[in-house]
């Protein structure tokens, strides 16, 4: 019996998901089957699939660039016909949800942050109200023909971040072939294998729901020792660090050389070169320079301290923007403006609100955004000099759209507001989940005074997220994969490998 597994590729993920793959192909030669086929879609230069061919060796089947294809996908005017059957294909929603997952295609959508140069972005921009359907249309065209001719018998992704790899998810799933991707579970640098798009960690929810799950003795006390170690000394996740230190460990005079070098290099290779990706890369080094020094010279008088803060306070932390915790998740609330603008219009009459400011986006806001903010009665906007779990501690309510704020809060028994989608909240208590925007004073009134999750619970959701869950530094799918140990290379495309189904469910 032949088997084949479909990946998406990236510069990030080219070695790594190499590696992978070969781990499932083994897998699958030692449960039986004949002949095994890896096929794939890479993103970035045509550099990242000769990579991948070429590391797959034999196992290799077919594999493409999307952006080889891209323009393409963007030419002419789409086809209301083939528009309309698209849609009919798939749930509601689906095909706009794949424009708003990709912060180029849906370039015009993005309001709460800079995006880097980009030639599809460019040409969204342009011709907003066809080049993005006419995107969206193409990819689905072009995959739905690449899964009719290579079968997968699962889909993987390391992250669901871009048009396409929602459409895989879509296709996928429309075909009942297994999905599956990377979720980080925001318990130190554990990571799920998960079967979920919104990144509800969907196998530790299946064990937590199952009346017959019993938390074995050592996953029990794995989850009492992390939340016993949370809360005697709360820490932020291992991938939050690591992002923290990258953001202050640059140094002024040696980031401006290189990217100038950087920008330069890739500016002279585009004289007379036909790949238009050179030029843009050049674009993208000088662009970072540019927001490394729109930080260093940022106008922070916006910005209030926390000693003007002398009420009891609703706790609010920014997005990085775009992402795809909002666009992807939350597709309907990317605009952090009108949420935190329903955070104030919602308070109680003895409550401020404090927004916090993300340490990755200073300088990326759009023209006054801060001062937007800063503006709305009773709130307060602070930078991020401040630490997220103190504010955490301090606050008498976090309220998120999603991510690790609620999480902490959680944990700390002190009952967050979930205005987006949070894994905990199948717990099914202590936490408020907002309905919509209208619901909010409702929903803030009931999370300040709800009681916290009950310990066993609580617990018991951990032990299942232990069990489901594995050790993975975040560095190694987002720094320089072949600088780790062969051994932690290996045992980690094992970990996940294994967790790959072979195929369908019988």
């Known amino acids: ?82 528009l309309k059957a698209l849609e009919a294909r798939y749930p509601a929603g689906t095909f706009s949800r794949t424009i708003v997952a990709d912060r180029r295609v849906g370039r015009g959508l993005v309001r709460n942050g800079a995006t880097r140069p980009d030639a599809i972005g460019d040409t969204v921009l342009a011709a907003p109200t066809t080049a993005p359907r006419a995107y969206v249309a193409g990819l689905y065209a072009y995959l739905e023909a690449m899964f009719d001719r290579t079968a997968p018998d699962v889909v993987f992704c390391y992250a669901v971040a871009g048009a396409p790899a929602y459409a895989l998810w879509a296709i996928a799933t429309a075909r009942g072939i297994p999905f599956r991707k990377l979720t980080p579970t925001r318990v130190g ?21 199952d009346g017959a799950y019993e938390p074995s003795n050592e996953d029990l006390d794995a989850a009492r020792a992390h939340l016993k170690s949370f809360r005697d000394k709360p820490e932020m996740p291992e991938y939050q660090k690591r992002n923290d230190a990258l953001q202050t460990g640059r140094k002024p005079v040696s980031f401006t050389l290189g990217r100038l070098r950087k920008s330069a290099q890739f500016g002279l290779r585009s004289i007379g070169s036909t790949d238009p990706e050179t030029g843009i890369r050049a674009r993208r080094k000088f662009w970072e320079l540019k927001m490394f020094w729109a930080e260093r010279l940022l106008d922070r008088s916006m910005f209030s301290s926390m000693e003007d803060v002398t009420t009891p306070f609703v706790f609010y932390p920014l ?21 935190i603008e329903a955070l104030s219009k919602s ?91 209208g619901a909010l004073p409702e929903a803030i009134r009931a999370a300040l005074s709800m009681p916290p999750a009950r310990e066993e619970k609580l617990e018991r959701y951990l032990a299942a997220l232990m069990d489901e869950s594995f050790d993975m530094p975040a560095a190694l799918m987002w720094d320089d994969y072949a600088a780790f140990d062969a051994e932690v290379r290996k045992a980690t495309c094992a970990e996940i490998a294994n967790r790959l189904p072979l195929g369908p469910a019988a």
């Open 1 to 82: 019996m032949e088997r084949s597994a479909l990946f998406l590729f990236a510069p990030k993920f080219a070695a790594f998901g190499v590696d992978t793959a070969r781990a499932w192909a083994d897998r699958a030669r030692a449960a039986g089957s004949g002949t095994v086929r890896i096929h794939g879609l890479c993103t970035g230069s045509e550099k990242i699939r000769k990579e991948v061919s070429d590391g797959l060796g034999p196992l290799a089947g077919e594999i493409v660039s999307s952006t080889a294809e891209e323009s393409g996908w963007l030419a002419g005017e789409p086809d209301p016909t083939v």
């Open 189 to 209: 640098a554990r990571y799920v294998v998960d079967d979920n798009i919104q990144d509800a960690l969907g196998p530790v929810i299946e064990r937590f729901a």
């Open 319 to 339: 997005h990085v923007s775009p992402e795809a915790s909002t666009m992807v998740l939350t597709p309907h609330l990317i605009d952090q403006i009108a949420v």
């Open 347 to 437: 308070l109680p009459a003895h409550m401020s609100l404090v927004v916090k400011e993300h340490l990755p986006m200073l300088g990326k806001r759009p023209a006054g955004y801060y001062e937007t903010i800063a503006k709305l009665p009773g709130t307060f906007l602070v930078g991020p000099e401040y630490s997220g779990l103190q504010m955490v501690q301090k606050a008498d309510l976090t309220a998120v759209i999603t991510g690790t704020a609620a999480w902490e809060s959680f944990m700390l028994g002190k009952p967050p507001l979930v205005i987006g989608t949070a894994a905990f909240l199948a717990i099914g208590e202590g936490a408020v989940q907002a309905e919509h925007l």
